[in-house]
């Protein structure tokens, strides 16, 4: 089976940088990623990790180190807009492309 | 182009009653997904298709069956309903091997309430 954790809530400042970690326990892994999901709407894929270390993407960036079962997503120069749940979500090892979700994080941004 | 677009969007059942959700994907997408979601429980995996003709259950599948006829539509159905069944459920496709790293495209949801 699988098992990820993540920090229920989180508050930032606008501008302000800010760390989301998700730590996993996985029979199989096969990558992880990160999803953003706004209040009342569907999630939309952020980034993708499958070797140890960082991927930037804009604003955003996610790292992984596989000997620890650890990620975390980094998000930079805050925006109000970013106010939303962010998803970690680990690919088991078979070829359906199934992924196991950790419960969310809400981070809420503040001016 | 649509993406993945799920009817109905909302939907209250009584207690007993069946339904059906429909999932279309315009991406020609092999892999498909129905998740429910719950309130401080993220999602869970209810059942999946790796292509047409194929399916297999998930994580939560007590209650829910599923078809995939055509490549393009995942249906899910509840057999009788129950209050346990109100959540949210997200239909979700993607690619398989390697281009499965693009992640899920995901529906707008269906919100169901069963009373």
């Known amino acids: 089976g699988q098992n990820i954790d993540q920090p229920t809530e989180m508050t930032a400042t606008e501008g302000a940088i800010v760390q989301i970690n998700c730590t996993y326990q996985t029979s199989g892994f096969n990558g992880l990623f990160w999803y953003q999901q706004h209040a009342g709407e569907a999630p939309t894929f952020l980034s993708y990790n499958v070797l140890d270390g960082l991927e930037e993407k804009g604003r955003f960036s996610s790292f992984l180190s596989r000997s620890k079962g650890y990620s975390y997503l980094l998000l930079k120069e805050l925006q109000m807009k970013d106010s939303a749940s962010y998803l970690c979500?680990?690919?088991?090892?078979?070829?359906?492309?199934?992924?196991?979700f950790g419960d969310g994080t809400t981070l809420t941004v503040k001016p | 182009n649509a993406g993945v677009t799920q009817t109905p969007k909302f939907r209250v059942l009584k207690t007993g009653q069946s339904m059906t959700l429909l999932c279309a994907q315009d991406?020609?997408?092999?892999?498909m997904y129905w998740y429910r979601q719950d309130p401080g429980m993220g999602l869970r995996l209810i059942h999946y298709?790796?292509?047409?003709?194929?399916?297999a259950k998930g994580e939560v599948p007590d209650g829910y069956n599923v078809s995939r006829l055509k490549k393009q539509n995942f249906l899910l159905g509840l057999e009788s309903a129950a209050p346990s069944q109100t959540s949210v459920y997200f239909c979700?496709?993607?690619?398989?091997?390697?281009?499965?790293?693009?992640?899920?495209?995901f529906g707008s949801g269906t919100r169901l309430t069963v009373v």
């Open positions: 979700a496709s993607s690619y398989p091997g390697t281009m499965a790293n693009y992640g899920y495209t």
């Open positions: 979500a680990v690919r088991n090892g078979t070829n359906a492309g199934k992924s196991t």
């Open positions: 298709s790796v292509g047409e003709g194929t399916t």
């Open positions: 991406m020609n997408h092999e892999y």
